[in-house]
């Protein structure tokens, strides 16, 4: 199962082993729920940089697919006051 994730102005592709859920709980943070060697982890979703962090890394199962990509509103935007090191991409 694949799914898209948002974190610091980008989306990542996130592969997730069969049988992965996603749970939304509004006000106590999102997290999948992987089947790892025949038991459930919790990965939380929050803060956002995790997940990403861990799919590139390859832990829990999760693995990143392809490269970010920015956020459509985020191509193209200028920063005036900072050079390219300083901008949250």
């Known amino acids: 199962m694949r799914i898209k994730h948002y974190a610091q102005g980008k989306f990542y592709t996130i592969e997730c082993p069969r049988g992965t859920e996603i749970v939304r709980r509004p006000g106590h ?4 729920l992987v089947s790892l060697n025949g038991k ?25 697919v392809g490269e970010p990509e920015p956020d459509v509103a985020l191509i193209g935007l200028a920063c005036p006051a900072c050079g390219q090191d300083d901008a949250e991409w």
Not at 29 to 32: N, T
Not at 43 to 57: K, N, Q, R
Request: aromatic content about 4%.
């Open 29 to 32: 943070g999102d997290h999948l």
């Open 40 to 64: 459930q982890v919790r990965i939380l979703a929050d803060p956002p940089e995790l997940l990403p962090l861990l799919a590139e890394s390859g832990n829990f199962g999760v693995t990143l």
